[in-house]
Nanobody, 115 residues
Framework: QVQLVESGGGLVQAGGSLRLSCAAS????????MGWYHQAPGKQRELVAT???????NYADSVKGRFTVSRDNAKNMVYLQMNSLKPEDTGVYYC?????????WGQGTQVTVSS
């Protein structure tokens, strides 16, 4: 199993930045795919960004050029640097990991972007 704990959410003005962190309970070099999902109020959870064990990345079109996903295998951490935030980025951000074909999720961290 993998336990994931997010941190770093908060309230920020449009155009501002936040950095989300995700701490994993096991060594992440063994976890091929990790990343972040976003759930806006009243909407389904959607992919934001993923990063593979080889550090290949994939981003939703809506965040390309603004968000950067990274991982620190030595610290078992995954990060999401969010710049140029928009009100539509508001919602709960979930850390994600796929380990041995099983999906794991953190409890989520709230991000609120005011206009």
């Amino acid at each position: 199993q993998v336990q994931l704990v997010e941190s770093g959410g908060g309230l920020v003005q449009a155009g501002g930045s936040l950095r989300l962190s995700c701490a994993a309970s096991r060594s992440i070099p063994s976890i091929n795919n990790m990343g972040w999902y976003h759930q806006a109020p009243g909407k389904q959870r959607e992919l934001v960004a993923t990063i593979g064990s080889g550090r290949s990345t994939n981003y939703a079109d809506s965040v390309k050029g603004r968000f950067t996903v990274s991982r620190d295998n030595a610290k078992n951490m995954v990060y999401l640097q969010m710049n140029s935030l928009k009100p539509e980025d508001t919602g709960v951000y979930y850390c994600y990991a796929r380990y041995y074909y099983v999906d794991y999720w953190g409890q989520g961290t709230q991000v609120t972007v005011s206009s």
